[in-house]
Each structure stands twice: as C-alpha cells, then as structure tokens.
C-alpha cells in the first residue's frame, strides 16, 4: 500500500467549485467554502490509497532563520504551508489563561509577548520580520504575583534544574478566553517582538492542559468508539462518537462488505457522511439506523498539523475493539452478539482459585510461542489462538500439569493489536542447523525480521483490538473476536486465569506516521512532550501521556473492555511507572465494577526517564505505590538470587555470580582470578533474599548482616530501600521473564564452567524454590521450569521464532542454537562464542530438564498445599515468620523460615519450616528454639512420585537438639502437624 501523502493545491479546488472566481485564500473564504469543498472529496479520501492530504493554503517557502524545517511529521511530498513554522514548541499552557515559555528570556525594555491565531494554518515567521498570515494578534501580559501552588507543582519540570528557570509566564486577557476553543483548532504561535513588531524569538504551543480543561465534560463520554444499540432488532442503532476537539471537519467512511472474489483485503466504501460537533466535550458523533455490526469503517478527520498547516487524514478509531486484516479499518462490533462467541462462552466461569493476591503464581507465555514449534497441533493452528483450543497436544497437556500442582494465571504477551508484524503473507524463515556458535543462524533470521510472523508486541497500534496475526489469516474482525474468546474459555477450562501484558506507556508511533492513530487525530495531545515540544521516548517508544485526561479514559476505557467483555482475570502493565498512581487506582476501580470482582494489577514500577522521582505527577512507582494494592516487580529479590542486575554486560554477567551461582562460595575463574565476591558480598545477598521471602515488607524486622535488628526499609538495594511494599499482595517475585538473557543462559556464564548439567538443573531448581518460598505474589516465565535457554539472547523481542522456541516435551532446552542476533548481542559475541562452541558441556539432557520440571511442579504443589507460603497480610508476615541462622555468624548457604500456622485459616499445619543450601555439599544448622518438635517431611517431599529424592534420603531433623541437615543443593520443607 502506498502512503504517501498527495499534496492537494485546495487554490485549485475551490476554483473548481466556484467557477473559476479567482479567491484569496484566507481564513475569511474558508469560513464561507470549506464544508462543499471537503465534503465533495470525502468520498475518494475514504477509498485513497494516501492515509494523508496536505492542503497547500500559502505561499510559504524556504527555511526560517529561527528554525528548520520539522524533520519528523512532514509526509514525503509534502508542500504545507508553514515552511517557516518554528519547530519548538516552548510554551506550555499550564490552564486555559496561564502560558509558561519554557526557556525564553524575560522580556526587555520596549518588547511585548504576542500570541497569534490562523484558522487554517499557513503563519510564517522569520527573526526580524513580523508575522505573516495569522488571523488573530493578541497581546499577552505577564502574569501578576506567584501561580497558584497545583499549577507550579504541575509544570516545574519545565524549569527545574535549568537555566532560565525565571522564564516568563504570560496570561491571555480574560476577556479574550473565550475565543481560545477556537482559536486552538487551527494554528498557534507566541512571539516575543521589539516595539516595531519585529520578532525576536517565536514558538509554538503545547496544548493538552488547555483542551483538558475546555472539555473536561467529554471524560464521562459513555460510547466513544463505534457503539451498536438493539443489535438483531428492528430498531437497532449505531452511534459513532470521536474524540477529536481540534478538529476542523470530521467525516465517517462506511465501508461495504467485500466484493465477492476479493477477499479479505479489500473494502469498497458506500457512504462518507459527516459528523457533528458537540462543543461541550470536544466529540464529534453520528448515529445511523440500523445495526451495522460486522461493517468496516473509519474517520477522515480534518485537522491543522503543526509544521503542516490544514491536514485530512484518514485514520482508525483509537476505540476500535476489533479491525479488519493488517489493521486497515476498524469493524464495527456489539461485543454482546452471538456471533462474537464461542459455543459455551456464557456457560464458562472465570476460574475462582484466588482468593487473595498472594494466591497468584503467575505463567507468563507468549501466543505463538506457546504452539508454533509443537507438532502435536495442527499446522493451521500453530502459533495461534486457536491452539489453546485443542486438547491432548504437548502444550495444553504441560498447562494442565501446571494448573493442577497450582499455576494460578497465564499472562499473555500482548495480544492487542500491534503494528510489526504483517497479518497477511508474514514469513517463517529457513534457519539452517549449523555449530553452535555460528553467526549464520541469527542472520537467516535477520534477513526475515520486518516481514516474519514474530514480534512480543511491545508496539501498540490499537489498545482494544485484538492482535490478528495471533487468528486465522485473513479471518474478519467478528471472527477474531471469538477465536480469542475461544483462547480465554479454553485457559479458563483448564482452571487457569488469564493475564493480559498491557502497553499503554507507548504507542509505535506519533505525528504523521501511517501507524500513529492518535496524534493523527488530535495532534500533541496524547503523547507526552518534553519542554521542547518533542515526544519523549523514554520507554524505548513514543510515550504517551496518562497525566492527560483523554489518554487516562482511552487507557481505562480499554481495560474495562478486556475485563468486562474479554473476561481478563489480571493485567500485567508495561512500565507502569511511568503511568500516574492516581490513573492506576481509578482503574483498578473501573475493572473491578465492570467485572463484579477484583481485577489484579501488577506492573513494571520502573522508576526513569522523565517522570523520575514524581517530576511531573505522583507515580505508579515501586516506592509510590504503597497501600494502593497494585503489585510491582520485585528486582530485589530477581538481582540476589541471579547476581547482578537486569543491565549487565560484558565481564560482569560472569563475575556477578549472585547466591545461586556461587557468589564467594562457588567462584567461577574469572572471579577467582579477580579475587571477586566477598563474604560481606554474600550476606548481604542472603539480607536481600530474606527481605524478598518476608513479602519484601517494609515494616518486617529482622537481624542484619551487621546484627541489627532493623525493618527491611533500612537494608539498602542500591541507593533505595530493600523493603518497599506496604503489604505482600503489592510485590511480584520472580526471577526470569521475558526480558533479558533466560536464568539457564545467565547460569552458563556465572556457574563455574565445570559444573555438570544435572548440578546446573539442580541450580536452577533452587532459584525456582526461592521465588516459589518467597511471600507476595509468584511469576514464572514460560519454560523457565524446564531449563528454557534463547542460546544467550540478551532480548528475544525480534528475534524470531528460532531463538524462542519452547520444546514442551522436555527434549531439548535449545542452548547452542547458534550465536543470538547481533543487534542486540554483538557486544557480548566474544564471551558467548566460546561458551556456545563448548554447548555439549553445558547443554541440559533429556533427564536434566524433567528434574527441573519436577521439582518446580513439586514446589508449586507445596505452595499451593497451605496458605503459610501465601501469608495474607503484611501483620500476617510480621507476627509469623521468624528466619534462624542470620546475623554476622551465620552459615550463609543455608536459608531458614519458619512460619506459624497455629489458627491461620488454610494454614493445613500448625508449623512450617523451610531450608534451602545452595552449597555443594551438605550443612547442618543446629536450631536450639525448634529443639523438641516434631517436624516431618512435607507429604510432597515424602510422595513416592517426588522428583527429588534428597530430601527423604539425605535430609535429617532430630528434635531433640534441633538440629537439621540440608542435602547439597536442596530445598526442603517440613511441618508439623
């Protein structure tokens, strides 16, 4: 499909229209012309193969000596009018009269501060010279006194830490107010002009906080989107609505069914109809007889593009549920009727296995994934939604293990609808099977990466849509719909929970980009901008801005959508942190009411880029969120048990062995060459994981690695707090998921490289112990379990198929698959090529794998035996568990808890005591306060089909000294009942 834009000369257009009269164009003929004019070519703008039309309105022409030209929004082609547009946008409106100039030097004697209006764009202004082309010239004062504390606090970003932090705040007259709804539809600039009106210095405007405040109304718009009333009835409905308050014209295009022998690909449009304004809210809606549910459709939205000037763009609803292949319209949709269900989906129940937020373990997998390499599943469903479906295949079959030792949840990587990967005629490239440490895999898999089948998803296009890569090719919007309800009904069948990895941080794409939805319809208003005036791209994309009012309902408006009529059980968002805490908790209530239940939240609480430590609201941060009952992402814990952090690179993924790799105890060469990991090292660590056990609770005392008895709060991670959750339901345990390199491949570089692959089994079966022990919520990466191995991909996001595979019959973990892509990876090529040449030494067998399968299914039955390793509630944590063995005389590679469980409600025993040695041979603790007490063996340790056979054979409780014996590398549980 060709997108580019056609530069449209609208001079030549009007002449059309009036007979050749020979017009200025101006604001003024536009105000007389431009409905006959834009309503004449809606038709063929909906059926163009262009997404864009630029209106040539001026003259305009060359650069401006106070700015370029913009490099990012201008479409190939383009001759917009505002050539000489400055490219900044440095003034803020921080309400509907205040204007912070962020930057701008306080004004001089004789200059005076101008704002200056034109409908349809096409202003210039060059340093020197005075504006031309503007509508409307309003002078603007300096605001009088200090602003008002909420509004200061709101915008100090603008000059905190800056120079220039006295940058003038100007104020429109009170008596000019009420023009500015107009004025904001079409072109703003802010000059700073000598007394002859020369221009000194020019900008445009950042917005959003005005159009917040002029519409606020529209945040409790019910029906935006596409909404069908009395589907199947003779009096049906369907009601259009669209957010777009800056808009000059908005027109529908009404799409008809395909023509026969077409197919899926083509859409022949029937009407383009014109949408009314409602001035309160800013929406522009229409309502036509009928249901059109199943019909394609989308909006040509008139608009005036900062760099560009008037602007028709063709665009998909942001409130889209469903679309059409390659996400080409939006499809109409009564998420009610029956054809949008699965036989049985109204009978199916969400499964009730968690009663609490700490009952959650949590299996993160990916949808193709999770079938695209499994035989057992029909060709035609592989890597799709459909394969969840089935039954008696490898995969469902291991889901079923999980679900019945006690996996609670399955949280999908996004499955909204994304913008990498092509729906239609993707590609599944041929990787040839040569050495291990050969570049030739990951180039194979490279030359295929913009058009192959695989992607995480991390690049949102439309929130509320379904992806379709994940259903059958070509399959229509009303039939993904219930290929991915059919996923849903099948997990919950299965007693699992859905989970859904939501991005609504980012979108793949702002400005005039075929894939930006959003700023396309109300440009600068979703994304969030620096004090510049440019996106930021903090998240690796183009954030949004959740602070904004709009972007908060759109996001929350699209949870509700997955929990409500999707029946999402639980949403993992995407760095969450970036999101205001206050958006978060309106949405927890928001799902929770539309689903009649509680909706667990959970979240990366990340705390970086430009919103760091609150700089532009409160956070849904890991230190922010205490209280809330939203969950964040436990590094903590992740960073002791594997060593290192999420960061690591080079010399130092091998040198940071962390408790399970041997830290101090077990040194790898490069460690002892370096003479690196010392005890204080060590106990720290064991300081860190006792925290993570005890729900990470910054109110949990326990006796340091220097023997004081200190709430966690006071243990440091770094520059923060060890402890940093109010109550166990707010922290998430983990240490593997999708990001970064698998626990197998991190272990190849920090276990000693003469450790044997059942011992490195075993290794991995510890780490999985400690997350499963640890108070708070459980999350497993997929094939975690089983030794899953990326063969030392750093970040599989693109990597492809190959590099991703799960084998769910325990055969092959797929380390030594060649070396892992480039991009990515190249920097680290020199420590992993070596490693991956000796795979044959490292690379788990057969029996490997199903002993780590074991033991993790083992521990999870343990878990899910009492509610002891799911303590409800921080006072809970506090008055139960007690941890032996710590302090400076500790034996550090043992770690021991015992828990309570003398009246705790499915507790299942009066006393529980855990033990994990992570050392190679076995240890003893002598524990005198447990001396007399009859402990046993968990039933699971005792179970003939216990995987682990140490535990019953090696370890050793006599009571009546109170001492233990832990095998090698082994964690065992007792009770007493």
């Known amino acids: 499909m060709n997108l580019r834009p056609r530069p449209v000369s609208l001079a030549r257009h009007i002449k059309q229209l009036v007979g050749g009269l020979a017009l200025l164009v101006s604001g003024s003929v536009w105000a007389a012309a431009p409905a006959l004019l834009l309503a004449e070519l809606a038709r063929s703008d909906c059926d163009a193969p262009a997404t864009s039309r630029v209106w040539a309105v001026s003259a305009a022409s060359g650069s401006s000596p106070l700015s370029p030209l913009p490099r990012s929004s201008a479409p190939s082609g383009s001759t917009g009018p505002s050539a000489a547009e400055p490219v900044q946008a440095q003034a803020v409106w921080m309400d509907t009269r205040h204007i912070r100039w962020a930057g701008a030097a306080p004004a001089q004697a004789g200059e005076r501060f101008w704002l200056h209006h034109a409908a349809l764009g096409g202003m210039t202004v060059r340093s020197g010279e005075r504006v031309h082309g503007a509508d409307t010239r309003v002078a603007l004062a300096l605001a009088p006194g200090t602003l008002p504390p909420a509004l200061a606090e709101r915008f100090r970003y603008l000059t905190e830490g800056k120079p220039g932090s006295s940058s003038p705040v100007l104020q429109l007259p009170a008596t000019r107010q009420a023009e500015l709804p107009r004025w904001l539809r079409g072109q703003l600039l802010l000059t700073r002009e000598d007394a002859d009106g020369r221009v000194r210095e020019a900008t445009r405007l950042q917005t959003a906080a005005a159009l917040d405040l002029l519409y606020a109304a529209a945040e409790a718009l019910p029906d935006l989107g596409a909404t069908v009333r009395g589907h199947g009835t003779p009096r049906a409905q369907t009601r259009f609505r669209l957010w777009a308050p800056t808009a000059q014209q908005v027109h529908l295009c009404l799409y008809a069914e395909p023509r026969a022998g077409t197919g899926a690909r083509v859409a022949t449009v029937t009407q383009a109809l014109p949408l009314q304004r409602d001035t309160r809210t800013g929406s522009w809606h229409r309502q036509q007889p009928g249901s059109l549910h199943g019909r394609s459709y989308a909006y040509l939205v008139d608009v005036v593009v900062p760099g560009q000037g008037l602007v028709r763009n063709r665009v998909t609803d942001p409130y889209a549920v469903t679309l059409t292949p390659n996400s080409l319209r939006a499809v109409v949709a009564d998420l009610n009727a029956a054809d949008t269900q699965p036989p049985g989906w109204a009978a199916t129940p969400r499964p009730q296995t968690v009663k609490a937020p700490t009952d959650q373990v949590i299996y993160e997998l990916h949808v193709r994934d999770f079938s695209i390499t499994d035989p057992t599943v029909p060709a035609a469903d592989r890597g799709r939604y459909g394969a969840f479906a089935l039954r008696d295949t490898h995969g469902v079959r291991h889901l079923q293990a999980l679900a019945a030792a006690g996996m609670t949840d399955v949280h999908l990587l996004p499955t909204f609808d994304l913008a990498t990967v092509p729906e239609l005629d993707c590609t599944s490239p041929r990787i040839p099977q040569a050495a291990p440490d050969s570049e030739e895999q990951q180039a194979e898999a490279g030359r295929h ?59 793949s794409a702002s400005g005039q980009h075929a894939q930006s939805v959003l700023d396309r319809i109300v440009p600068g208003y979703y994304q969030r901008l620096n004090a510049q005036g440019e996106v930021e791209r903090s998240t690796c994309c183009d954030n949004t801005a959740t602070e904004h009012r709009m972007m908060a309902k759109l996001m929350i408006d699209s949870a509700v959508v997955w929990a409500r009529d999707h029946r999402i059980d639980s949403f993992r968002f995407d760095l969450m942190g970036h999101q205001p805490r206050a958006a978060m908790e309106r949405l927890q209530r928001a799902v929770d009411a539309a689903a009649g239940q509680t909706i667990h939240l959970i979240g990366e609480g990340w705390n970086f880029g430009e919103v760091a430590d609150g700089r532009r609201f409160v956070q849904a941060s890991q230190l922010s969120l205490n209280g809330s009952g939203i969950a964040t992402f436990n590094d903590r814990l992740r960073d002791a048990v594997r060593g290192g952090s999420a960061g690591d690179s080079g010399e130092s993924q091998i040198l940071n062995q962390g408790y399970v790799g041997g830290l101090h105890l077990n040194p790898n060469t490069l460690a002892k060459a370096r003479s690196h990991g010392s005890r204080d090292e060590l106990l720290h660590s064991t300081d860190l994981i006792r925290a993570g056990l005890a729900g990470s609770l910054r109110s949990y005392v326990m006796e340091n690695r220097l023997g004081e008895r200190v709430p966690l709060e006071r243990i440091p991670y770094g520059n923060q707090p060890a402890g940093y959750v109010s109550e166990p339901g707010e922290v998430v345990n983990y240490v593997e998921n999708h990001d970064n390199s698998t626990l197998f491949d991190a272990l190849v570089f920090k276990l000693p490289d003469t450790t044997p692959p059942d011992e490195r089994a075993r290794v991995q079966a510890l780490a999985n112990a400690i997350n499963l022990l640890a108070q708070g919520v459980a999350y497993v990466h997929a094939g975690q379990e089983m030794l899953r191995s990326k063969s030392m991909d750093r970040n599989s996001y693109d990597s492809g198929d190959w590099f991703n595979r799960i084998d769910w019959t325990g055969q092959d973990n797929h380390f030594g698959t060649g070396l892992p892509p480039r991009e990515d990876n190249l920097a680290n090529w020199p420590l992993m090529k070596p490693l991956l040449a000796r795979a044959a030494e490292f690379k788990p067998r057969p029996a490997d794998i199903a002993f780590a399968r074991g033991a993790f299914l083992d521990m999870l039955r343990i878990r899910q035996s009492t509610t002891l390793l799911r303590l409800r509630s921080a006072a809970d944590i506090r008055q139960r568990l007690r941890f032996f063995n710590t302090g400076p005389q500790q034996n550090p590679r043992v770690l021991a808890g015992h828990i309570d469980g003398r009246g705790y409600a499915g507790a299942g025993f009066a006393e529980l005591l855990y033990l994990v040695n992570v050392d190679t041979a076995p240890q003893t603790l002598v524990l005198p306060e447990l001396a007399g007490r009859a402990y046993e063996l968990h039933p699971v340790h005792r179970a003939p089909q216990a995987t682990d056979p140490r535990p019953a054979r090696d370890a050793r409780w006599e009571p009546a000294s109170g001492t233990v014996t832990v095998p090698p590398r082994t964690a065992v549980v007792y009770v007493l009942r």
């Open 449 to 507: 990466r913009a058009t192959d089948c695989f992607n995480w998803g991390y690049d949102p296009f439309h929130f509320t849509a379904p992806e379709g890569s994940f259903a059958t090719p070509g399959a229509s919007g009303i039939q993904r719909l219930v290929e991915f309800r059919r996923m849903v009904q099948a997990l919950h069948q299965l007693g699992l929970r859905v989970g859904m990895d939501v991005v609504y941080n980012h979108t």
